[in-house]
């Protein structure tokens, strides 16, 4: 299986910058896609940003020129930089990993994180 704790959460004013982590551990062979998620008080779990093991990048159209995401295959380890951040980026973020090779040679599928808060403040 795969474990995901994600870090770097916190508040931060209107225009400030927050750089989240979200390290994966257990018996893994490889892993496919790694993403971040958020959700809103009120409102559905969102696709921020994800990033393909080749470094294929896909964003939100909310976060475009303002996130950027990036991971270290050797670390098993995806960030997610967020610069210019809004009130309305206010959220609990989680990392997920689509698929991944574990323990066994198995395939395992959608694994989360925790969670971790960012607050933005006006």
């Known amino acids: 299986q795969v474990q995901l704790v994600e870090s770097g959460g916190g508040l931060v004013q209107a225009g400030g910058s927050l750089r989240l982590s979200c390290a994966a551990s257990g018996t893994i062979f490889s892993i496919n896609a790694m993403g971040w998620y958020r959700e809103a008080p009120g409102k559905q779990r969102e696709l921020v940003a994800a990033?393909?093991?080749?470094?294929?990048?896909n964003y939100a159209d909310s976060v475009k020129g303002r996130f950027t995401i990036s991971r270290d295959n050797a670390k098993n380890t995806v960030y997610l930089q967020m610069n210019s951040l809004k009130p309305e980026d206010t959220a609990v973020y989680y990392c997920n990993v689509d698929r991944a090779v574990v323990g066994g040679l198995k395939l395992g599928y959608d694994f989360w994180g925790q969670g971790t808060q960012v607050t933005v403040s006006s």
């Open positions: 990033i393909t093991s080749g470094g294929s990048t």
